[in-house]
Every structure is written in structure tokens, then in C-alpha cells.
């Protein structure tokens, strides 16, 4: 975790540090009111364009399956098809780099940004680079890193934390925006206009001429890819600005930090990827700008390409014959507009860059259950399944919930509530000792009358969120020999 104080631009670290458990942030951020109708607003909005262009295709499940047997194959063969990918993009004239964790990949992308002597980079928006805190690595070598998409510069120039995979900002609305461009632009570059309003068409143009002057003296920009195809060597970016392309061409040298799930094994295989991601993603047909590149072609963008192929954890998720399917992703953040959870929650509550369903998945998988927070990440929804519903790869992420849920009770050992568990499977398991407790809970149950249980030692947990039902005064089999005079225990 990064550990250096914040510069002017510098995030908070995408870890979070001393971030609390999912159910004691969400409390808090359910009292944000202004967030929550904002959210509610963003993700509605999104749900409601994506709905539309999925109904106009009418093979939307051949597809999904073709996406996720295209990663499934890539994910099988994921050596082979790595070293494709490598020597694809070395024949083209890339150079290829190969990190472990996130301290290796920033010191690679640092060693190459500090021999072209510059103090600057241009970024593409890329979750890899938030997650191993790239931005942050780099300002504490003195190296400034300027996001350049719309949503990604609001949240740096407001000293804030992405909130959503696809929209970042999305927890902030028009005049907050507004007030954050009048106030920090100024302090990084060239100022907001100060009869700057907060129309979206003047809020963009604000950040297009303030990005303007980064992108035309940048020498080096840095990028992730959504996808990396292994036969061709060539990486895929599609975004909906244009920033993306400026990144991507202007700079003499391109660094893309590519995580190895991305690798998918053919061209052909990159068809239905363009087709599922766009609609499930911004609800469009297709993404405005999509940019490809394979290597160095002279006079024609970058003179040096680098290639960091990172794992960063990726290998012990492969090694779960289960849980590797989250890394299918393709980042589109369609769970997060449909998880009720979400909606009212907002991303910071998951306590990494990677929030919602996916997130409450891929966290513990890449992390480990060690923290507090990652422990906590597999109760933070519903499982009302409308997560992998909207997968465009078909990530069963209910599945992958409860099986954590298993492995975080597994770790924990014996506790009070296992106790609990344990023994009531033992008075189920006899008609005399059932018939007993019963006795025992009618009795408890007059005690107690119509007052209502909202606490019980040992199943706090439980009962914080909910209220204990009153025992009844008489069980069906009392009523029934009272009734009848018989006793059929």
C-alpha cells in the first residue's frame, strides 16, 4: 500500500487504507442522501439505455455465450497464449515487460519514464494503473500523472476516489462538479473560465481546453487495454471522449500495463467482444472511438511501445477452477447498475477501485481474506442474481459469493454463531429433543409477550440487521392436543 503523503493531484490509495468492513461504510454512505439520488439517477439511466440496445439484438445469448467461451479458452490456455501474445508483439517492434505484483510494474513503468527525462505523463482511463496505485508511485518520484478522461480528471482534481468502474465521478452531480473545476483547475494548468456554468456541454469544454496543452507537450503516455489479442499482437482500447486516442498517438513513447486475464486468443474473437461490451457498458451500439494498436509503425504513432504484462494475484484466481471466472471481466460495470446493493451504497464502501458485485468477488480473490474488509466484500449483496443476468460474459457472481462466504467462515474457525449452528442440528435431528425446545421457546414466549426482540447475545451479527421473531405462546402441536386431545409428537 502506498504510503507517501498526497501531492496536489495525488488519489487516496486504491487500497484504501484503514478502510472499515463493507456494512459499517455502507451505513455511513446510506445517510449521504445527495450521493444515493445521484446514484440512483446515473445507474438508472445506464440500466435503462443498455436495456434498449441488448432488445435489438435478438442473438444477445449467443453472444454472451461466444464472450465468455472466448475467455474461458483464453483462461484455460492462458501460458500459451501469453507467450503468443509476447512474441505477436515483439515481431511488430514492442517491448514486452513482465511483472509479478504491483511494486514490480510501477518500478518497470518509472525506470522507463525517468530514462526519457520528462517529469510528466498523459494517462488513459486504465483500472489496472489505480489498482496497483500507479499515479501514486509516480508523483512520489516527482512524476506528475494527468488523467485525461473527463470522469478520472474530475475525481483527481477533486482529491476524491472512483466510485465506479465506468463512471467514476458518477457519485458526484453537475454543480459539484462545477465548483471543483473553478477551484483546482487553476492550480494544475490552465483555469476554468470563471462564467463557467454547470451545463454539461461548458463542463466538457472546460476540461478540453484544460487537457489540451497536457496532451500537446506530453512525451509519454501511459495506458491499460480492454482487451489484447494474442495472434496479431494487438491491444484495444474503446472509449467514448477522444482523450483515449490523443494518449495513444501524440506521445513519443506508450507504456500499456495490461493485465494478463485480458489476453483473448484471435482477431476473430475480438467480433462479439466489441459487440458486448459497448451495449453493456454506456448502452450505445458501439464506442465512439476504438483504437487499436500492434507495435511501432514508423510515422505513425509512438516511436516506443511497452507492453507490462502484470499478475498482481491473477495466477492464484486462475489456480480456482471456480473462482476463476471473474476473470473473464471485461470492466463493463453492467452488475453495478443493476445491484440494488450498489445503488444505495455507492462504490467507496468496497473499499477498492474495483467496486459492486464484481468487485465484492475479485477483491477477496486478487487480496486474500486477510483484512477486515475483504472479509466482509461476499455478504455485500442480495444474491438476487440480476448481476449475472446482466454479465455479458456470463460471470456467475452469486456463485462466487456464497463459495467465499464458505471460505471466510472456513477461515474464521469456530465461533459462537458455528456453536449456534451446531447445535441446533442436533436438537433437529430428534422429534423428542425438537418437541422439547419447543416446549422451552412457548414458555420463553409468554415471558417475553408482544414485546420485540431486537438483540441476542451471540447472534449479534444477525440480529443487528433484523428482528428476532417473538417465540409463540403455543406450537402446532400443543394447539393440536389441546384441540384434539392428541399428542402426536
Request: hydrophobic share 40%; aromatic share 4%.
Amino acid at each position: 500500500m502506498s504510503t507517501t503523503t498526497p501531492g496536489p493531484l495525488q488519489q487516496t490509495s486504491a487500497t484504501f487504507v484503514g478502510m472499515p468492513t463493507f456494512p459499517e461504510a455502507a451505513r455511513s454512505a446510506l445517510a449521504n442522501t445527495q450521493q444515493r439520488k445521484n446514484l440512483r439517477h446515473a445507474t438508472h439511466t445506464i440500466r435503462g439505455k443498455r436495456e434498449r440496445v441488448v432488445a435489438e439484438v435478438p442473438e444477445w445469448e449467443a453472444l454472451r455465450v461466444a464472450g465468455a467461451e472466448a475467455k474461458d479458452e483464453a483462461l484455460t490456455h492462458l501460458g500459451d497464449y501469453l507467450e503468443q501474445l509476447e512474441a505477436s508483439l515483439t515481431a511488430n517492434g514492442a517491448t514486452v515487460h513482465w511483472a509479478r505484483d504491483a511494486q514490480e510494474a510501477n518500478r518497470i513503468v518509472l525506470d522507463i519514464v525517468r530514462s526519457k527525462e520528462v517529469d510528466e505523463v498523459v494517462k488513459v482511463k486504465s483500472m489496472v494503473t489505480q489498482e496497483i496505485e500507479l499515479n501514486e508511485a509516480l508523483e512520489a518520484a516527482g512524476i506528475h500523472a494527468w488523467e485525461t478522461d473527463l470522469a478520472e480528471l474530475i475525481v483527481q482534481l477533486g482529491h476524491d476516489r472512483p466510485s465506479h468502474i465506468l463512471v467514476p465521478a458518477i457519485h458526484r452531480n453537475r454543480s459539484e462538479i462545477r465548483e471543483i473545476f473553478l477551484r483546482e483547475m487553476g492550480t494544475v494548468g490552465r483555469p476554468a473560465p470563471d462564467d463557467l456554468t454547470d451545463d454539461p456541454a461548458r463542463l466538457a469544454e472546460a476540461a478540453r481546453l484544460h487537457l489540451r496543452e497536457k496532451f500537446l507537450r506530453a512525451k509519454v503516455g501511459v495506458s491499460g487495454a480492454n482487451f489484447a489479442v494474442a495472434d496479431t499482437g494487438t491491444l484495444v482500447v474503446v472509449e467514448s471522449e477522444g482523450n483515449g486516442r490523443m494518449c495513444l498517438t501524440l506521445p513519443e513513447t506508450l507504456i500499456s500495463v495490461v493485465g494478463i486475464e485480458k489476453v483473448i486468443p484471435s482477431w476473430e474473437d475480438l467480433a462479439p467482444m466489441l459487440q458486448l461490451l459497448p451495449r453493456s457498458s454506456t448502452g450505445e451500439r458501439m464506442n465512439p472511438y476504438t483504437t487499436m494498436w500492434t507495435g511501432v509503425h514508423d510515422g505513425d504513432g509512438p516511436r516506443e511501445v511497452h507492453v507490462v504484462l502484470l499478475d498482481n494475484g491473477r495466477s492464484h484466481v486462475l489456480a480456482d477452477r471456480v473462482g476463476r471466472q471473474a476473470l473473464r471481466c471485461i470492466r463493463c460495470s453492467a452488475c453495478l447498475n443493476v445491484c440494488p446493493v450498489y445503488e444505495r451504497t455507492g462504490g467507496h464502501a468496497y473499499g477498492s477501485v474495483y467496486p459492486g458485485p464484481i468487485g465484492a468477488v475479485l477483491n477477496p480473490q486478487l487480496r486474500g481474506t486477510a483484512s477486515t474488509i475483504d472479509k466482509s466484500l461476499p455478504y455485500a449483496s442480495s444474491l438476487c442474481g440480476a448481476c449475472f443476468d446482466a454479465c455479458p460474459v456470463r460471470i456467475n457472481i452469486p456463485e462466487l459469493l456464497v463459495e467465499l462466504r464458505g471460505q471466510v467462515v472456513d477461515e474464521a474457525g469456530p465461533t459462537a454463531e458455528s456453536a449456534a449452528m451446531r447445535a441446533a442440528a442436533w436438537v433437529l435431528s430428534d422429534p423428542k429433543r425438537l418437541a422439547g425446545a419447543q416446549k422451552a421457546a412457548t414458555t420463553a414466549g409468554r415471558a417475553v409477550g408482544t414485546r420485540t426482540v431486537r438483540s441476542v447475545p451471540g447472534l449479534g451479527a444477525w440480529t443487528n440487521a433484523r428482528d428476532l421473531p417473538t417465540p409463540p405462546r403455543e406450537t402446532f402441536r400443543q394447539w393440536w392436543a389441546r384441540e384434539r386431545g392428541e399428542d402426536h409428537r
